[in-house]
């Protein structure tokens, strides 16, 4: 079992950076990939970045890519996810969840409960 907590959202500029962090107990924290995700009010959840729990692989959706950058510490339990250069687009509630390497919500086992990210234009 693998428990997700997100913190690090709020209010911020277009053009500015925020940084979303997760923490997650459990023991096999380090055994499963992490992925970040987002939904906007009336849209479906979308994939946002994922790390791997080896080698730090990483990918990340079209749309952030060169803005965000996702991180872990396996020793700390934690992930994060860097944003810059924030759009009025990125807002909507993130979230993070462990699970299987890949940009499929349906491969991820744990979900945190969110964070609400907005960007004022």
């Known amino acids: 079992q693998v428990q997700l907590v997100e913190s690090g959202g709020g209010l911020v500029q277009a053009g500015g950076s925020l940084r979303l962090s997760c923490a997650a107990s459990g023991r096999t924290f380090s055994s499963y990939a992490m992925g970040w995700f987002r939904q906007a009010p009336g849209k479906e959840r979308e994939f946002v970045a994922a790390i791997s729990w080896t080698f730090g692989r990483t990918f990340y959706a079209d749309s952030v890519k060169g803005r965000f950058t996702i991180s872990r510490d396996n020793t700390a339990n934690t992930v994060l996810l860097q944003m810059n250069s924030l759009k009025a687009e990125d807002t909507a509630v993130y979230y993070c969840?462990?699970?299987?390497?890949?940009?499929?919500?349906?491969?991820?086992?744990?979900w945190g409960q969110g964070t609400q990210v907005t960007v004022s234009s």
């Open positions: 969840a462990a699970g299987v390497y890949s940009s499929s919500p349906d491969t991820y086992n744990y």
